[in-house]
């Protein structure tokens, strides 16, 4: 089993930056994807970045290219997001995940354990 558990969400005004964190615990090996998703009211979850381990290939997302950087801790088995200019459309609950693969994915389904999430809300 493997546990994720997600900090650094909170009331962020827009322009500004957030750094949300990741801490994975339990049986994982080298050979995995982290990813960070969101959700925001009434909409569907989102990928916003993901890192895989191996070879480190990232992926963002369009709505998020450029303000964002994905980034790990290796020994500590952490991930990072950090997001900058920051927009009120960026407020949502923010998923970490974990999926079994070094072949990185882009879909919620290809993803194992989640997190309980962060909220993040961007103000005006």
């Known amino acids: 089993q493997v546990q994720l558990l997600e900090s650094g969400g909170g009331l962020v005004q827009a322009g500004g930056s957030v750094r949300l964190s990741c801490a994975a615990s339990?049986?994982?090996?080298?050979?995995?994807?982290m990813g960070w998703f969101r959700q925001a009211p009434g909409m569907e979850r989102e990928i916003v970045a993901a890192f895989g381990w191996r070879g480190s290939t990232t992926y963002y997302a369009d709505s998020v290219k450029g303000r964002a950087t994905i980034s790990r801790d290796s020994a500590e088995k952490m991930v990072h997001l950090e997001m900058n200019n920051l927009k009120p459309e960026d407020t949502a609950v923010y998923y970490c995940?974990?999926?079994?693969?070094?072949?990185?994915?882009?879909?919620?389904?290809?993803?194992?354990?989640w997190g309980q999430g962060t909220q993040v809300t961007v103000s005006t």
């Open positions: 339990g049986r994982t090996s080298s050979a995995y994807t």
């Open positions: 995940a974990l999926r079994l693969s070094s072949i990185l994915s882009t879909h919620l389904s290809g993803y194992n354990y």
